[in-house]
């Protein structure tokens, strides 16, 4: 089976194959720090993917307490989140992250996460997120006070949606992916996070991207439940590979990794 090929655009909704915008020189940058665990890695003492994942998490409730929105603006879904991994963050090392946003919308924004260690390693991320109204459910207009420090950062104030990973799910048998109790979240759907555990043991069974920089982008479609059987296709190759979450016959997510996009 062909590897999808990645779709281009000339707005801000973007495509696989775009790098990530630059740290603005001023405006409103939310930072932290914290030591990597040893929960947080591989056998070989490197980040897991996963783990970036929950950072990313941890980081935008942190900024919400920073900046009193904790209670306006409580609930916020990701549709999409970029990892460029530039240079691998080993154990036992700190991580500085700073959170800015990258273009927005009235109801959702993209905010970038660059991940730098003391050690020397960097992680470029950029993620989705949604405003969602938690007794509706439905996306929600965000704020004026809300958007005031997000526009400091961003020309960008007419972000759109276009999924980027399009191609279809190979109709073909895949691996079984088993849910835990521990793998759902406070809405009983499974953790953005835990999406990306079989994503990267494909990319590490399959591929040859790493110790290089690569790419890995997963797009979340329709939430999974705990009772749900999850099926996990994929196709690859050497340099690139795309998997898929299957729920009977409907794709629930999926990802795709490669080689970095060229700046």
Same mark, same amino acid.
């Given at each position: 089976?062909?590897?999808?090929?990645?779709?281009?655009?000339?707005?801000?909704?973007?495509?696989?194959?775009? =790098?990530?915008?630059?740290?603005? $020189?001023?405006?409103? @940058?939310?930072?932290?720090?914290?030591?990597?665990?040893?929960?947080?890695? %591989?056998?070989?003492?490197?980040?897991?993917?996963?783990? @970036?994942?929950?950072?990313?998490?941890?980081?935008? /409730?942190?900024?919400?307490? *920073?900046?009193? $929105? $904790?209670?306006? +603006?409580?609930?916020?879904?990701?549709?999409?989140?970029?990892?460029? &991994? @530039?240079?691998?963050?080993?154990?036992?090392?700190?991580?500085?992250? %700073?959170?800015?946003? #990258?273009?927005?919308? #009235?109801?959702?924004?993209?905010?970038?996460?660059?991940?730098?260690?003391?050690?020397?390693?960097?992680?470029?991320?950029?993620?989705?997120?949604?405003?969602?109204?938690?007794?509706?459910?439905? =996306?929600?207009?965000?704020?004026?006070?809300?958007?005031?420090?997000?526009?400091?950062?961003?020309?960008? +104030?007419?972000?759109?949606?276009?999924?980027?990973?399009? +191609?279809?799910? =190979?109709?073909?048998?895949?691996?079984?992916?088993?849910?835990?109790?521990?793998?759902?979240?406070?809405?009983? %759907?499974?953790?953005? $996070? &835990?999406?990306?555990?079989?994503?990267?043991? &494909?990319?590490?069974?399959?591929?040859?991207?790493?110790?290089?920089?690569?790419?890995?982008?997963?797009?979340?479609?329709?939430?999974?439940? @705990?009772?749900?059987?999850?099926?996990?296709?994929?196709? +690859?190759?050497?340099?690139?590979?795309? *998997?898929? /979450? &299957?729920?009977?016959?409907? !794709?629930?997510? #999926?990802? %795709? /990794? !490669?080689? =970095?996009?060229?700046?």
């Amino acid at each position: 089976m062909t590897l999808p090929r990645s779709r281009t655009s000339a707005n801000r909704s973007g495509s696989i194959l775009d =790098p990530l915008p630059s740290r603005p $020189a001023e405006g409103a @940058v939310f930072s932290n720090s914290w030591p990597v665990r040893t929960g947080d890695i %591989h056998p070989d003492r490197s980040l897991r993917l996963d783990a @970036v994942a929950r950072y990313l998490q941890d980081l935008g /409730f942190d900024n919400l307490e *920073a900046n009193g $929105a $904790a209670q306006t +603006h409580p609930l916020w879904v990701v549709r999409r989140t970029v990892i460029d &991994v @530039v240079r691998p963050i080993i154990w036992p090392d700190t991580v500085h992250l %700073h959170r800015w946003c #990258s273009a927005l919308s #009235s109801r959702w924004c993209t905010m970038r996460v660059r991940i730098e260690s003391d050690g020397g390693g960097l992680i470029e991320t950029e993620g989705f997120w949604i405003n969602i109204n938690p007794q509706n459910g439905m =996306p929600s207009r965000i704020s004026d006070d809300f958007l005031a420090p997000l526009m400091t950062t961003t020309d960008e +104030h007419r972000l759109t949606w276009r999924q980027w990973i399009t +191609h279809p799910a =190979p109709n073909t048998e895949g691996s079984e992916f088993p849910l835990r109790p521990t793998d759902i979240d406070p809405f009983d %759907h499974v953790n953005n $996070a &835990v999406y990306w555990q079989p994503v990267e043991s &494909v990319m590490r069974m399959h591929t040859r991207l790493r110790p290089e920089p690569y790419r890995a982008v997963l797009e979340y479609i329709k939430p999974i439940t @705990v009772d749900e059987a999850v099926e996990i296709r994929s196709v +690859h190759d050497t340099e690139a590979g795309t *998997a898929w /979450f &299957v729920c009977g016959d409907e !794709t629930r997510a #999926s990802a %795709h /990794f !490669t080689k =970095p996009p060229r700046s």
